[in-house]
Every structure is written in C-alpha cells, then in structure tokens.
C-alpha cells in the first residue's frame, strides 16, 4: 500500500535503552564457545556489545522514560496529546493494553484515545502511518508514538543465532499537526506466508504456555530453544529483505521525487550490521549515507531501532536543520515499510539508559 | 566471455570464509567443513546475490553437498 499524507511533521524523538550492557565475545566464552569463532562472527557480522533491560523493567517502562523526558523537553504538557499508540510485541500483559497502561501512568485526558500496534521491527514506520492519518485526517493535532520491545527476555541463551543479537529499547515520537509541511509518504507492506520464518510459537492462545512449552529441543544448526522462544530462521529473514526491501525503498523515494544521491541518509532497521550494510547497498546508498554503528553498541533494538539511529546518527544535524530521510523497518509478519521525509528542526531529548546510569 | 567454474569457485571462496582453506576443493562434502554454518550460508547468498543477482534460499543451499553443487545455480 502506498499512501502521501500533508500537513504533518515529526516534532520530537527520544530513546531510552536497557541499562545492562552484554558484550558478545564474553558472554560466548561463558557458554563455552570457542574465541576464534566468536570473533569471526563479531568481525563478519558485526555484534560487539548491546544493552538490555534491567530485571523488573519492561518495554511499556522504556517508552514511559523516553514519552516523559520527550515531553519535558519540548515543555508540552500531557493534556495536550490527542493518541498514544503503543507499538510493541512485549506488552506487559495480553489485557490491558500497554497504550491504555501508558494512558494511565502519563495522566491522559480522557478524550486521549489510545491503542496498541502488535508489531516488530517494522512498527514504527506503520505506526509513524497511523499517527500522520489521525493528525492528517483523524481530527487529532498531536500524537504521541510510543515503540519498543524487550525481545531479550524472549530468546534463549544457548540460541546462538538469535539471542545474540537484540538489545532493549523504548522511544517516544511525537507527531504534530501542521499548517505548512512537504508531504511524507510512505509504503507498507506484509507476506503473511512468511509468518514462521520469526516466531514465538507459544504463549498465545493458540498454543498457551505450560509446561512441555518449556521442553528444550536442538535444531539442525544446533541452537537449542523451547516453544516460548523467539525462534528466527536467519537465512529467510535475511532473503527477505533482499527481496523486498530495495523495492520498498525505491518506491517511497520515487514518490518523494528524490534520488538515492538526493537523499541524506537511509536509516534502516538495525538489524545486524552486515544485513544494514548489504541491504544499503542493494538500495543503491552510499555506506556513509547508511548509518550502521548503533546496532554495534545496543543490538537490534525491533520498532525503537530506527528512532535510535536517528538519534544516534543525526541527533545533532537534525535539532538544527532540514534533513531529506528515507527510513526502512523489516521483519516479522513478514512486514515491511518505508517512509521519506524532510525532517528537522526537532527536539531530541538525550539518548540515555533507564534507570539513568 | 562466462567465466570458468574455476573462476567462479574462487570468486565464493574469497566472500565465504567457511569455503577457504587448505585442501578444500569443488568436489569437499560441504557437511565435513567445521565453518560450514549458519553464518557461511547468509555469506553464499549475499555473494550469490551480488555477484549474479540471484536470490536463493537458505533451502537451497543447504541442499548442495560440494562446492559444485552451489555453482549450478549461476547460469551458463
């Protein structure tokens, strides 16, 4: 689906990310894995460190820091919001909500609506779509955007393709209404026959958690997990998005009429390193216009990966000027979006850990 | 002019570490290879992909045995 909507800008961002810090080559040796190994996939791939939440702290805490301090930042007051979406796979319960939850810890007004969003690493593109409808056409003049997830409570330590990799994060967007914007545009799409390619088989009301859920097995690759696991099938996920990715990237800029030359950065979803830099090229983008360090130090962080590498990549550039950004998440659902934006000058509140280290 | 088999072989093996190494030929059982894993594979497909623009799956190559059975899928 493609879409263009006016009159709508971006006006604040701010990311606050797990507060312990995992480093890849030694928590590997502490499983008993061998070094050289390790640090052919640390070099090939690219995990060095990554943070993760605290005991106790959950993704609905995370976007609750980064929404605060946003708002404090830009001095708007909460009464103001209009709707809070909640993107997130790891909400703190199935019922209620981690929107009406948020609603309720921010002091919203009542005539703040509120919802959540059950996606991953694409959410905030097709949440960013959500909230620019409801500013757009919905009546609303400021939207609050909340995404994040803490998947690393969902993997298994002995699951060396996947627990690896992700790191926990909250972010807060905030949308505004406006009179005088360029349009953003953007493309969203989904594969549904894909769908177990990333997977937490149970948990659900499918398959509801109990005991021989908890049953460890090995797979073919020898990475151990149970049936409450996120489980991902590497190589698909990575064929995936070279098969769709570029395609969604082209269309969101041809529609914005830029150039990948035209264009001042791809922030894609930060998946691993190699994937942000094999996937960046295939769109036709200059590495250095391809920001891929923030994956190194915080892991794959689902929906608050590409709010963080704006913050990470640009968070300077961006409080001062106008920046020509085309933004791609990918991954479970399969799903995958894209938007292209003129964005900036907005707040940006300091990336930082919660709790505060 | 399509390159040789030869060519083509050297051209994997520089992008896929888990395919370098003393004694490692086109006709090496791939299973026997210690580096031939998960991370080697996602390397095949983005040489694959790069060098001849073709996307193949996980699937794919994970049902090739040796070296020349992964080149038959680059046409000639």
């Given at each position: 689906m493609l879409s263009s909507l006016s009159h709508?800008?971006?006006?604040g961002l701010a990311l606050s990310t797990g507060s312990v810090t995992r480093d890849f080559i030694a928590d590997g040796l502490a499983l008993g894995l061998e070094r050289a190994q390790l640090e052919r996939i640390s070099q090939t791939i690219g995990m060095k460190e990554r943070r993760v939440a605290a005991a106790g702290i959950t993704a609905l805490d995370l976007c609750e820091d980064a929404a605060r301090r946003l708002l404090d930042e830009m001095g708007i007051d909460a009464s103001a919001i209009d709707a809070v979406i909640f993107v997130t796979q790891t909400p703190d319960h199935s019922q209620p909500n981690n929107s009406s939850l948020l609603h309720g810890r921010l002091g919203l007004s009542k005539s703040t609506a509120a919802f959540d969003l059950a996606m991953g690493c694409s959410g905030w593109v097709y949440g960013l779509h959500q909230a620019a409808l409801l500013c757009a056409h919905g009546g609303a003049a400021r939207v609050l955007l909340c995404a994040g997830d803490t998947l690393s409570r969902l993997?298994?330590?002995?699951?060396r393709a996947a627990d690896p990799l992700f790191g926990d994060a909250g972010s807060a967007t905030l949308i505004e209404k406006t009179g005088h914007a360029p349009a953003i545009h953007f493309s969203l799409e989904a594969d549904?026959?894909?769908?177990?390619?990333?997977?937490?088989?149970?948990?659900?009301?499918?398959l509801p958690a109990s005991l021989s859920t908890k049953q460890e097995l090995k797979d073919a690759d020898g990475n151990t997990h149970h049936a409450e696991n996120l489980q991902m099938n590497g190589s698909e996920v990575f064929n995936f998005t070279l098969r769709e990715v570029p395609g969604s990237v082209g269309s969101v800029l041809k529609m914005a009429g830029w150039t990948p030359m035209q264009a001042d950065a791809l922030i894609l979803h930060q998946a691993n390193r190699f994937m942000v830099s094999t996937i960046g090229k295939k769109c036709g983008f200059a590495p250095e216009k391809t920001p891929m360090d923030s994956v190194e130090t915080f892991g794959n962080q689902s929906s608050a990966s590409i709010p963080c590498t704006l913050i990470h990549a640009f968070g300077g550039p961006l409080q001062e000027k106008t920046l020509k950004i085309v933004a791609c998440g990918y991954g479970v659902g399969l799903s995958w979006g894209s938007v292209a934006l003129e964005l900036g000058p907005i707040v940006i509140a300091p990336l930082q850990s919660f709790p505060k280290l | 002019m399509s390159k040789s088999e030869t060519e083509l072989w050297s051209a994997l093996q520089a992008d896929v570490d888990g395919l370098m190494g003393p004694g490692i030929t086109l006709e090496t059982r791939l299973e026997t290879l210690p580096q031939w894993d998960s991370l080697a594979i996602l390397l095949v497909i983005t040489h694959f992909e790069q060098a001849h623009g073709l996307v193949l799956s996980g699937k794919q190559i994970r049902a090739c045995k040796t070296g020349r059975d992964l080149l038959q899928f680059i046409p000639r």
């Open positions: 709508i800008r971006i006006a993997t298994n330590p002995l699951d549904g026959s894909g769908a177990k390619s990333i997977c937490v088989p149970a948990g659900g009301a499918r | -």
